[in-house]
């Protein structure tokens, strides 16, 4: 696509709901990565891709967080019974190689935890 | 870690003015920069990106920065504001090879 899709654009849930955010990153991009962005605040790394591996999840906030990408492509990031703090703008970004030297972010979800 | 302190959180510049964004970094060696926009409803823009060489960098939308080591900064400027740059601006830096650290943020409001 022309640029990284993310979707829902906007999400809801009560508290203990499970969610999961979609990202679709740009055809052909290796590196993608999911970071957090808190009202106010700036974005947060949260796990890295590179192709369908996983090679950093240390920004996960807890064991409630979970992402893949086994196609190495699209990605999903579910969170298992939201808490209130996890309301944020969740952004997506991919990288036409291995490094971040230059990201393409998605609008990103928000999610409202009630 | 790696990390970037952006001192101001809100600044109104009027329309023409130049404008200066100030970003600290806490790195003892040479460290990767970037500047990113963010739109209000859109996802962040890559403006420029400082890796080692000419210390003045050049981005895009008529915006430069320039490292200065002895100041551990990496400023953004531009000669003359448009209304369309209101938008949220965030220093960032490579904490890791791949993960980038981002500063809080200047929302820059631009005033006819």
């Known amino acids: 696509g022309a640029g990284v899709s993310q979707s829902p654009r906007y999400k809801v849930a009560k508290r203990g709901q499970d969610v999961a955010l979609r990202c679709d990153p740009i055809s052909g991009h290796v590196s993608l990565f999911w970071y957090q962005q808190a009202l106010g605040q700036g974005p947060e790394f949260l796990t890295y891709?590179?192709?369908?591996?996983?090679?950093?999840k240390s920004g996960l906030p807890s064991d409630r967080f979970f992402a893949e990408r086994p196609e190495g492509s699209v990605s999903t990031l579910k969170i298992q019974r939201t808490q209130q703090e996890d309301s944020a703008v969740y952004l997506c970004?991919?990288?036409?190689?291995?490094?971040?030297?230059?990201?393409?972010f998605g609008s990103g979800t928000q999610l409202s935890v009630l | 870690a790696q990390s970037v302190t952006q001192p101001d959180i809100h600044i109104t510049v009027s329309e023409g003015a130049s404008l200066e964004l100030r970003c600290n970094y806490s790195?003892?060696?040479?460290?990767?920069l970037f500047w990113y926009v963010q739109s209000p409803g859109q996802g962040l823009q890559l403006l420029l990106k400082?890796?080692?060489?000419?210390?003045l960098v050049q981005g895009i939308k008529g915006f430069e920065a320039e490292f200065k080591r002895s100041q551990s900064s990496f400023n953004l400027r531009k000669p003359s504001v448009h209304w369309s740059d209101a938008a949220e601006y965030f220093c960032?830096?490579?904490?890791?090879?791949?993960?980038?650290?981002f500063g809080k943020g200047t929302s820059l409001l631009v005033t006819p």
């Open positions: 960032a830096v490579d904490n890791s090879g791949y993960a980038l650290n």
């Open positions: 400082y890796f080692s060489g000419d210390t």
């Open positions: 790195y003892g060696a040479t460290p990767y």
């Open positions: 970004a991919s990288s036409f190689d291995a490094t971040n030297e230059k990201l393409f």
């Open positions: 891709f590179q192709n369908e591996a996983q090679l950093d």
